[in-house]
């Protein structure tokens, strides 16, 4: 019975061993899939980035040229007004 009773020891031993591995390579494979997960909203991330930042340059451009036309009003409202106070003035 010694060899007997080793043996299931051994076996016994053998499958903790093997569920122990399983459990490890399952651990595994889920930490490799949230590794996978992470780095795709990453990327996500990264693309959405450079679309805000190119919708920012888009925005100060667009700000940049109301401000110019903004003076180009002003400037030529000043002018308009200068003129009917010649005109007034007269």
Request: hydrophobic share 40%.
């Amino acid at each position: 019975m010694t060899g007997e009773t080793t043996l299931k020891e051994v076996i016994s031993r053998l499958g903790k061993a093997i569920d122990a591995l399983e459990h490890s390579v399952a651990a595994r494979l889920e930490h490799e899939q949230d590794y996978l997960e992470a780095e795709a909203e990453v990327q996500r991330m990264n693309a959405d980035r450079g679309r805000l930042a190119q919708e920012l340059d888009n925005s100060e451009a667009r700000a940049e040229r109301l401000e110019e036309a903004n003076k180009e009003v002003s400037r030529r409202l000043v002018t308009a007004m200068e003129t009917i106070r010649a005109v007034l003035d007269r």
